[in-house]
């Protein structure tokens, strides 16, 4: 994740959730930027979501493009 503001910029790489919802992410602030990231957060909760239900075999919305008969979608 990418954030910038008139005062410097904001790096995060967020690791794959692990076990039911832990997440780690590292994050480095460049310059004065002294937010906290908060623009990725409804991007990263929606995919912590799709994660979670995919490990528990229910695809979300935007789950595997694929048929209960196995089959691929047109």
Do not use: I, K, N, T
Not at 9 to 30: H, K, T
Not at 50 to 57: D, I, N, S, W, Y
Not at 65 to 73: C, L, N, Q
């Amino acid at each position: 994740m990418y954030d910038e503001d008139d005062s410097g910029s904001y790096l995060q790489l967020a690791a794959e959730v692990l076990g039911d919802r832990v997440l780690f992410a590292v994050v480095q602030r460049l310059g004065g930027y002294d937010g906290h990231g908060l623009v990725d957060a409804p991007v990263r909760m929606a995919a912590q979501r799709r994660a979670r239900l995919a490990a528990a075999g229910r695809p979300g919305p935007a789950g595997p493009a694929v048929s209960p008969s196995g089959a691929g979608r047109a």
